[in-house]
């Protein structure tokens, strides 16, 4: 979104920030967690310190729920009159960019809301969100702007300490949100700070410690998993791993990762042992862990029927739209592997029916799939260069393409190291992220030296 000139509300000091007004979910699937993250339209002065809300007229549209709301905020003074000129050309955007058949009588029945709060309650209220759950939100967004403006470690621990009751798993849910939301918006310093309090919140909290071990058994599951897998991975190899689990994380994130190895054998398998099993506290400890396997299956299959119903929903809807580049930028957020399977699937109907015209819209939004998924040019390069054998290949591999040595290039590959870090047990890569920082480095050094 392009920044727009504007002055502070509280110094009047000139400064550029991105602003947003119009949130129209027809266009803008991202739109209604754009406004309630509370990220949207949110400013800081550097002349004064302020941070907080843009004062400025918003227009929200639901077209699903059929809602249409505008909110102008007092302290602007404005009459009615000029409010209703202000946030007409947006509400005719959201008009025009509807198909005849869509433009409903609430399109002209805007609801006006006094607050912004009692907007976001408004939109909340529609999704079956209480007052109570806004509440304890808001509590939440307001300790993190607390310990946002909160400069020593040591203060925003004893914050921490004494707020400690507010800080759940739902709160460390809505900073990942507010980090997505500022990584999204290219803020790379508030998503750095966001980051920074999440990691202090994971080590000083109750809470966040348990989120840690969770994190700690899930990445244990993967190495065993992966251990086990060396010499070949087969059902009885898998049953040993869900029985010695020691806990539901653990046994949880081996069936994420090998659903479909938990079948009609594999239970078998398990009965058997069972039966074979004379010992009643081991009879016990195994039926109990064929139940809960046989439960969680269920639950996962079923969600996957859930994602790949919608995945061929969403098709639908992008091949209805007037051309498949309106439809995938409508509903890109909803792409994933489900849709890709959709569209498969899809194609291979379209053949057999000999349907010429699907034939070719699906054709055209593969190939646009195809083309999305690859990674950005920086990461392909970074790819081809840990593929050299040595430090004289990564130099000649960067004389070819003088053009990325770069403060932009050497910030990615300090991101990645960092990022690879963080997953551990990933040593060799890391090593070699480094080396090719080292040579990087150098390489911009001499580039700049030269002018």
Do not use: W
Not at 29 to 47: E, M, R, V, W, Y
Not at 391 to 409: G, R, Y
């Amino acid at each position: 979104m392009p920044k727009t000139q504007i002055s502070c509300p509280r110094c009047r000091t000139p400064m550029t920030a991105e602003i947003q007004q119009l949130f129209d979910l027809n266009t803008d699937p991202d739109a209604k967690q754009k406004i309630l993250s509370g990220a949207a339209n949110t400013i800081q002065c550097q002349a004064c310190g302020y941070q907080g809300l843009y004062p400025t007229p918003i227009v929200y549209h639901d077209p699903e729920k059929e809602m249409l709301l505008t909110y102008f905020p007092s302290e602007l003074g404005v009459s009615i009159n000029e409010q209703e000129k202000m946030v007409g050309p947006l509400i005719k955007r959201v008009v025009n960019d509807l198909p005849m058949e869509k433009r409903k009588a609430y399109l002209f029945q805007a609801q006006s809301m006094l607050t912004y709060q009692t907007m976001m309650e408004k939109i909340l209220e529609a999704d079956g969100v209480t007052k109570d759950m806004l509440d304890a939100q808001q509590k939440k967004l307001q300790l993190i702007q607390r310990l946002l403006s909160t400069a020593s470690v040591d203060s925003r621990k004893e914050i921490i300490k004494q707020e400690e009751a507010l800080i759940d798993e739902t709160f460390f849910g809505l900073l990942n949100r507010l980090v997505e939301a500022t990584v999204a918006q290219g803020d790379k310093q508030s998503a750095q700070q966001l980051a920074l309090f999440q990691q202090e919140l994971l080590q000083e909290t109750k809470v966040g410690q348990e989120i840690q071990e969770k994190m700690k058994s899930s990445q244990k599951a993967m190495e065993d998993l992966q251990e086990a897998a060396k010499a070949g991975l087969t059902r009885e190899k898998l049953l040993d791993l869900l029985i010695e689990a020691p806990d539901e994380i653990y046994i949880n994130t081996l069936i994420g990762m090998v659903r479909t190895g938990l079948d009609y054998e594999f239970f078998q398998i398990l009965s058997q042992k069972i039966d074979a099993t004379s010992d009643p506290e081991q009879k016990t400890k195994l039926s109990s862990l064929r139940d809960f396997l046989v439960e969680v299956t269920r639950q996962i299959d079923a969600q996957i029927q859930e994602e790949k119903q919608h995945a061929r929903e969403t098709l639908n809807k992008i091949l209805a739209e007037v051309n498949i580049e309106v439809g995938l930028e409508k509903y890109g957020n909803e792409l994933n592997d489900f849709f890709v399977e959709a569209v498969q699937e899809g194609l291979q109907e379209a053949r057999k029916a000999a349907d010429l015209e699907k034939i070719s819209k699906l054709g055209q939004l593969n190939s646009m799939i195809e083309e999305a998924s690859k990674p950005p040019a920086e990461i392909q390069f970074v790819e081809t260069l840990l593929q050299a054998p040595d430090t004289e290949s990564i130099k000649t591999l960067l004389n070819e393409k003088p053009e990325v040595i770069n403060d932009e290039f050497l910030q990615l590959l300090a991101n990645l190291i960092n990022q690879t870090e963080q997953q551990g047990n990933q040593q060799a890569l890391v090593t070699k992220l480094k080396e090719i920082q080292k040579v990087v480095t150098k390489a911009l050094m001499a580039k700049n030296l030269k002018g």
